[in-house]
């Protein structure tokens, strides 16, 4: 029998799915609490940008304003799907409590935002099937520094403004966030010198802008993220979260799918600032 709407539990519809899948994920990558998502219709996402912006001139009184014109431009990409499986026997199905798809569909979502996020501060590589990342980016702008305070995090901040944005977060490996957050104002003190988020449990903020960790992050590099949609995580409406047991059907056990398209889009490289740790 086909599976519809009328007949498929309540745990399948786009509002359960959006419990399962969606927010979990969204919660869960590093990316994203960086940068924020946009929920995207269609196949492809786009990205107005300015790429000249009109120029004023002073003006005698009663002579003609001479007239200039914005350069626009976009970028656009297609989308990349993340997709997981996992296979249980029909009796664990039946008989498990909690509900085996909650247990599963956490399992799933926090697989999709790990790899959602190894793809984003990563490179794509020779990979065709997967969205270009941070380390693909040749247009950021580049501060190299030892972690002996808090410099090279004031270079990038201000490398940003430099360029007209502002930094909204900085990530980090937790194993260069634990170091950042051990950084003492001198070495007969105990005073750091950087300070808890009082928003945020276990993150610390340099200057103003909070240091997330992320594992996906490689260690001795970190990356300043700027805000305002100059980085952008789109995720395509219509994540699918699905079951079967056709191709299971002489072992007895039930597949449970989970797949979620989403892309990455830079409109501002040079806003974003990837610090090299000497």
């Given at each position: 029998?086909?599976?519809?709407?009328?007949?498929?539990?309540?745990?399948?519809?786009?509002?359960?799915?959006?419990?399962?899948?969606?927010?979990?994920?969204?919660?869960?990558?590093?990316?994203?609490?960086?940068?924020?998502?946009?929920?995207?219709?269609?196949?492809?996402?786009?990205?107005?940008?300015?790429?000249?912006?009109?120029?004023?001139?002073?003006?005698?009184?009663?002579?003609?304003?001479?007239?200039?014109?914005?350069?626009?431009?976009?970028?656009?990409?297609?989308?990349?799907?993340?997709?997981?499986?996992?296979?249980?026997?029909?009796?664990?199905?039946?008989?498990?409590?909690?509900?085996?798809?909650?247990?599963?569909?956490?399992?799933?979502?926090?697989?999709?935002?790990?790899?959602?996020?190894?793809?984003?501060?990563?490179?794509?590589?020779?990979?065709?099937?997967?969205?270009?990342?941070?380390?693909?980016?040749?247009?950021?702008?580049?501060?190299?520094?030892?972690l002996a305070n808090l410099d090279?995090?004031?270079?990038?901040?201000?490398?940003?403004?430099?360029?007209?944005?502002?930094?909204?977060?900085?990530?980090?490996?937790?194993?260069?966030?634990?170091?950042?957050?051990?950084?003492?104002?001198?070495?007969?003190?105990?005073?750091?010198?950087?300070?808890?988020?009082?928003?945020?449990p276990g993150v610390s903020q340099?200057?103003?802008?909070?240091?997330?960790?992320?594992?996906?992050?490689?260690?001795?590099?970190?990356?300043?993220?700027?805000?305002?949609?100059?980085?952008?995580?789109a995720i395509r409406k219509g994540?699918?979260?699905?079951?079967?047991?056709?191709?299971?059907?002489?072992?007895?056990?039930?597949?449970?799918?989970?797949?979620?398209?989403?892309?990455?889009?830079?409109?501002?490289?040079?806003?974003?600032?990837?610090?090299?740790?000497?």
């Open positions: 029998m086909s599976m519809l709407t009328t007949n498929a539990k309540s745990s399948f519809l786009p509002d359960q799915i959006e419990a399962l899948v969606v927010k979990p994920v969204i919660a869960a990558s590093v990316a994203i609490q960086a940068v924020g998502s946009t929920a995207v219709d269609g196949n492809v996402v786009r990205v107005p940008i300015v790429d000249a912006f009109p120029t004023a001139s002073w003006t005698d009184e009663g002579a003609e304003i001479v007239a200039s014109d914005a350069s626009l431009g976009e970028v656009a990409s297609g989308f990349y799907k993340l997709a997981g499986l996992s296979i249980v026997s029909s009796e664990l199905a039946e008989d498990s409590n909690p509900d085996i798809l909650n247990i599963v569909g956490q399992g799933l979502s926090n697989d999709i935002a790990a790899s959602l996020d190894k793809a984003f501060f990563g490179s794509h590589g020779k990979t065709l099937n997967m969205p270009k990342g941070l380390k693909d980016l040749t247009g950021v702008n580049k501060v190299t520094g030892a090279v995090f004031l270079e990038a901040i201000y490398g940003a403004q430099g360029v007209g944005a502002n930094l909204a977060t900085f990530v980090a490996n937790p194993a260069d966030a634990l170091k950042i957050a051990k950084l003492k104002e001198s070495t007969s003190s105990n005073r750091g010198l950087v300070q808890p988020d009082p928003t945020r340099v200057s103003g802008v909070p240091v997330l960790p992320s594992p996906a992050v490689t260690e001795g590099e970190i990356w300043g993220l700027p805000g305002a949609g100059r980085v952008v995580v994540t699918e979260l699905a079951t079967s047991s056709d191709a299971m059907f002489t072992s007895d056990r039930l597949a449970i799918r989970a797949t979620m398209r989403a892309a990455f889009l830079f409109p501002h490289e040079a806003a974003i600032q990837k610090i090299t740790l000497s």
